[in-house]
């Protein structure tokens, strides 16, 4: 797509208020290519981050669980997934 870009979580939102806060650093490009995916089978990597507040770990241990389901199921790899819970809004446990 040409783009190149940087994005930063300055703050985590949550159901149902939200209030989530996401920085971008875009560089700007005189052309845009379109993102047309030729093989989803090239897809060997896939990370990610299940998160939960003021619920028991196994929340988030289960949402991890469910997308590597979905992901298996349509012949995805299994997603590294870092596993994160808090018992309150400002620390990690």
């Known amino acids: ?3 190149i ?3 930063k979580v300055e703050k985590r939102g949550h159901y149902p208020k939200g209030s989530g806060k996401v920085s971008a650093k875009i560089t700007p490009v005189k052309y845009l290519s379109s993102f047309v995916p ?3 089978n090239e897809i060997n990597y896939i ?3 299940s998160h ?3 619920l028991p770990k196994h929340v988030a241990i289960k949402q991890k669980d469910s997308a590597n389901k ?3 199921r349509n012949n995805y790899p299994q ?3 870092k596993v994160e819970y808090y018992h ?4 990690p446990i």
Do not use: S
């Open 1 to 3: 797509m040409n783009i």
């Open 5 to 7: 870009m940087d994005l």
């Open 38 to 40: 030729k093989d989803y």
């Open 47 to 49: 990370k990610g981050i």
């Open 52 to 54: 939960c507040v003021r």
């Open 70 to 72: 979905i992901l298996r």
């Open 79 to 81: 997603a590294n997934i």
């Open 88 to 91: 309150t809004q400002n620390g």
